[in-house]
Structure formats: structure tokens, C-alpha cells
């Protein structure tokens, strides 16, 4: 390569801090798809589930500016690999966990593993991609996030499947029967020819010997009764709604025996050919019960007769028998965290600090890093409120979009590595920071149904199975990467087109209010590809501007950019911590889903609202950029033209 051309180190470093952002959401929300196996696996309630989700984001939040603070102090290299190395082991230890309490505990820690990631994401592509390209680095960083929540859901389901250890016993076992009286209703549930679960189960019923079919009719009798009496409680005066309690399971009646229920049912499952395959082939089954069962029942071994029959037994009984595939979270868990050691070698081995720092950097490439960079003089004085195009002038008028051009900038000497947080008076004191942090918190309360609750709400809702559901949810975050991607692009044109301030609130703005109309397509009980279409009409909405918050960051930010992005990031986590306890609640036992997707839409108003009010224009308080005794530690000429007229 000719001395005077520019080495490609800067493109290796976003690359890799892509990856990063990949494994990122693919560890922070394959949990979302699992949480089904996990509440049956470890006896959780609706309630317990939604704190294990929210949980991750509490500590994410909390710890959102001292990790910002720590990556300044310390320098991105060492801290991300940190970071890393931290998640990952957390984990594979989720892999492990045996009670609610151990899984609170592990997500709390899990979250603030991860709080550092994006900030000090950020730190890095503001350190080694000039002022023209960031928004656009920055999008690809946030692609790979949605890469990785894309294969979170796309994937997890399948390896969940295929992780299953094939020796795991299909028979049952009473604590298999999840809820047995509501089971035995079911069973016994009339229902016409149409009703192919009711003609399923009347085959089951009709194989159990007579005295356990008559325990399981008298319980069936007094589960009806009691739901009956409970119905009527909650319709009389005073009552009201009970929002989010969880559906207490009943008692079995002393007149069944659990043990001897599971017993016959065993005798029926290990029964070759028991299912006729013109009934059971109508039900939502599993991919490997559809290959089973469109073999002659003479070609399967006794192995493969047991799990056909326990998968459509689980099909005609969703809630209420224990998935045969939940034996495969736990190893999912473990392969999840062993990818994160391989990904934190490759942070170690490729980001430096500064591209000063990396030998395979030549003069060149610094050179262009640097002459295109915004300087980072003192925060708040007159060269640092007129470095960005489009800002106002000394008249206080805006002039509209500039040309910026600056030579090298050359660093103090005496200037350390590691730069010191931004005060959090100074965080406190921008009104454009509140507003991007208002817009942040309501933007992941509309946002994180979709990679929380979308799961179960095609399973409540369209009774989807496992493979079917993974590929469903896994759309969304696809379509997304495509909106952060032209995102990033349109915020970079119209930076030079409308200048920085409306290259920043419209993208932001815009595409929160325009997610309203997605939510609200949900009031008319979209089938569910139309589901698929919403729900990723929403996710591509938002990620279009998911560049554009990171270029505001490090626009008003400078140095201090993870400790401005970690800001943000820990309201808009705020949001996400509150919306999974928070839509448990608005569903409640009657599964409401109407009234979550309402809630969502005005979250994402508001998220619109507040978005359309930022200014990138005013940077954070004097000082931040100083140090001791008000010397500038930056040396910068900066020389701003208009744009030449055409």
C-alpha cells in the first residue's frame, strides 16, 4: 500500500465493535423466548416472570453513567473486554440457576455487566471515525445489536429444540401436569367435531380406565364450579378489575390421585398409532411431531412412538402439560456464554484506546481521523458552540447548513488517556439531554414488547409452536436493520441539507409518531403475519433512528460521549425495566392484549413529542472539557464556511 494512502484499521474497529453489539442482544434477550421453559422448569408465576425480565434493566439503567464513567477513566479497550468477559460468564451461570431468587440475582448482575456496552461503543467510534461518517458507524453498531436480537429469537427457538438432550424421558411425571385440575377440564371439555383439541381429548379420555376417568369428570366439575364463583366475585360492585394477579392454580380434589393419572396417561402415550393422523395433524404442532407423524406408525421405535404422542398431548394441552423441549434452555444458556470469551479476545486483540495507539495505523489514517473530527475544546466556549454545521452564528441567528473544515488537531501532552466523566451537574443541566431521555424511556416502554412479550403473545393469542413462533418474532428485528441502516444515511443528508439540529430531533421525532399508527393497527386483531407486519413496522420505526441518538450523544458530548450516551441509555432503560411488570399487569388474567398495545402507542406519542424538541446545537455546560486551572488541553483552529450557493 502507497505511504499516503489511509489503512482501514478505523473500519476493523467498528466491525468489531458490531460484534460485540451482536452478542450483546443476542445474551440480553434470548431470555425472552426461554422465559416460557424457564417459568415451567423453576414453577414461576406470570408476576415472577415479568420481575426476572425487568430485572436485567433496573441494574442496566443504574449503572449506565458509572460504566460511561469508568470507559472514560479507563479507556474503552480494557473496559469493553470487561464488559464482555463479565455477561458472558452470567450467562452461562443462568444456565445453572435453580429458583426465582438465583435468576433475580444472576439478571441484576447481568445488567450491570452490560450497561457499559453501547457507551463505550460509542467512546470508540467517536475516537476513530471522523464527524461525516459517525451517525452512519454508528448505525452499523446498532444493526449488529439488531442482528443480535434477531438471532436471539430467530434462533434460540430451534437450538432450544436441538439442545434437548434426545434421551429425556416423554413420559410424564406428576409435576408434568402444571395444573391439574384445569388439565382434567379440559379433558372432559365438550366440544363439537369442528374442535379438534375436544376430539383429541375425548380419545384420551375414553382410554383411561373408568375409575380415573370419573375422578377426572368430578374434577373437572369442581374447577368449573370454582371458576364460575370467581367470575362472579370479580363482576360485583367494589371489585373491579383484578389487573395482573397471577391465576393461582387449584388444588386436585382428594378424589384423584395425581401419581395414578400420569401413570395411564403413560400407558397412552407409549400406545403405537393411538393418534389418528387426520385429527391430530390439525393441531399446532411441533416441526419434528409433523415428521413423525407422517410416517407409518410401524417405522417408529418406542423412543420416537413416546414423543410423538407427548407433543401432541402438550399441543391439545399448551398451559397445562410441561414442554418436552424445555429440557434444552439450559444448555442454550451455556453455548450463549462461551461464544462471549471468543468475542472478547477479538476486542482485546483488534480496539486500541486511540488510533495513535495502534501500530497498524498509519500517519495517514490518523490524519483523516483526525482533520475530520470535531475538535473537543472546553465544553460550553465559543469555538466548541461553533464547530458543528448548522449552528447559530455570533448573531444568534442559524445560518442554516455549513461546510465544516478543520486541520489536525494535535493533543495536549500532559492530556492522560483516560478522560475524566462529565459532571453530573453538567449531565443534569442540558434540556436537551432531559428531552432525549424522556423520548428514550417512553420509546423502550412501546419497544420492548416486541423482544419480551411478542413471544407469548403468538403463543396466548395464535397458539403457535416453538419453531413457528421463533421464525414469527425473529421478523421484526430483521426488518429493523434496514431501518437503522437508511436511517443513519438519511441523518448524515440531512445534516448537510437542514443543519444539526433538525438532522437530529426529525429522524427521532418522526419515526416515534409514526409507530403510534402500527400500534394501533393491533385494535383491529391483525392475523398473525399481520401481527408480523405491525410489529415490525414498529421495530423499523425505531431503529431508523437509533444512529441518529448516538451522533446527538456525541455531538453535545465530546470526550465525555459514554458518560452523555450512558445518560440516555439509563432512562431509556428505566422504561424497559418498568414495561415487563408493567404489561403483566394491563393483561392480567383475561389476557388484554388490546389494552398493552394501547399503552404502547402512547408511550411512543410521547417518545415523539419529546424526541421533536431536542437541539444538538447546545452542547453541555462550560468546563467539561478543562482541566485543572482552566487550561485547555486541546489544541484546535477550526474554519467554518457557509455551503456554496448552487
Known sequence: MPPSSPTRVRYLVVAVTALMAVLLYLDRFCISFAEVFIK??????????????????????????????????FGPRLMLTSYVLGWSLLTGLTGVAAGFGMLILLR?????????????????????????????????????????????????????????????????????????????????????DADVAAVVNAKILNALPTTTRSAVSDCATAYRAERNAETERRKAPGQGRAGGADVVPL???????????????????????????????????????RRLLAQR??????????????????????????????????????????????????????????????????????????NRAPATPPLGSDVQNSIFAGTESSTGQDDGPRKLNSVR???????????PAAALARLAASLSLWLLSASQLFTNVGWVFIVTWAPRYFQSVHQL?????????????????????????????????????????????????????AYLGFLFEPSPWGAVVLFSLVAFLTDWS????????????????????????????????????????????????????????????????????????????????????GKTTWVEQVVLHRKPEK
Open 251 to 289: 388444588a386436585a380434589p382428594p378424589g384423584l390421585d395425581a401419581g395414578q393419572l400420569t401413570a395411564d396417561l403413560n400407558g397412552m402415550i407409549s400406545r403405537r398409532g393411538f393418534f389418528r393422523r387426520a385429527a391430530a395433524s390439525s393441531l399446532p404442532l411441533e416441526r419434528e411431531a
Open 108 to 192: 441484576l448482575g447481568f445488567g450491570i455487566a452490560q450497561a457499559g456496552a453501547y457507551p463505550t461503543g460509542a467512546s470508540l467510534i467517536g475516537r476513530w471515525m471522523p464527524v461525516s461518517a459517525r451517525a452512519t458507524a454508528s448505525s452499523l453498531v446498532s444493526v449488529g445489536g439488531r442482528v443480535g436480537g434477531w438471532l436471539a429469537l430467530f434462533a434460540s427457538g430451534p437450538l432450544i429444540v436441538w439442545l434437548t438432550p434426545a434421551a429425556t424421558p416423554a413420559t410424564l411425571r406428576p409435576r408434568d401436569l402444571l395444573d391439574v385440575p384445569r388439565f382434567c377440564y379440559e379433558l372432559s371439555a365438550p366440544g363439537g
Open 465 to 517: 409452536p416453538v419453531e413457528e413462533r421463533a421464525l414469527l418474532v425473529s421478523i421484526p428485528p430483521l426488518v429493523g436493520w434496514f431501518g437503522t441502516v437508511l436511517g443513519g444515511l438519511w441523518t448524515d443528508y440531512l445534516l448537510r441539507t437542514m443543519g444539526l439540529r433538525w438532522s437530529r430531533s426529525l429522524p427521532i421525532g418522526l419515526s416515534r409518531l409514526l409507530a403510534v399508527g
Open 297 to 370: 406408525p410401524e417405522e417408529l421405535d418406542e423412543r420416537q412412538v413416546q414423543r410423538l404422542n407427548r407433543l401432541i398431548l402438550e399441543a391439545a394441552h399448551r398451559d397445562t402439560v410441561r414442554r418436552l423441549y424445555g429440557a434444552g434452555w439450559r444448555p442454550m444458556m451455556f453455548v450463549y456464554g462461551c461464544l462471549g470469551l471468543a468475542v472478547a479476545a477479538l476486542v482485546w486483540w483488534t480496539c486500541r484506546n486511540h488510533p495513535a495507539d495502534h501500530t497498524g495505523v498509519n500517519d495517514a489514517e490518523r490524519s483523516l481521523i483526525e
Open 546 to 629: 437509533q444512529g441518529t441518538v448516538w451522533a446527538f450523544c456525541q455531538d453535545i458530548g465530546g470526550r465525555q460521549t459514554a458518560s452523555v450516551l450512558g445518560w440516555t441509555n439509563m432512562w431509556g432503560n428505566f422504561g424497559a425495566a418498568v414495561t415487563p411488570p408493567l404489561l403483566i399487569w394491563i393483561i392480567g388474567p383475561s389476557q388484554n392484549w388490546m389494552a398493552a398495545f394501547l399503552a404502547c402507542a402512547a408511550a411512543f406519542l410521547l417518545a415523539g413529542l419529546t424526541g421533536l424538541a431536542i437541539d444538538a446545537t447546545k452542547p453541555l455546560a462550560a468546563g467539561a472539557g478543562q482541566g485543572g486551572g
Open 409 to 419: 488537531l494535535t493533543p495536549d501532552p500532559g492530556q492522560g488517556r483516560g478522560a
Open 40 to 73: 415451567e422448569d423453576l414453577g414461576l408465576t406470570d408476576s415472577q416472570v415479568g420481575w426476572m425480565l425487568s430485572a436485567f434493566f433496573w441494574t442496566y439503567a443504574l449503572s449506565q453513567v458509572p460504566s460511561g464513567w469508568l470507559t472514560d477513566r
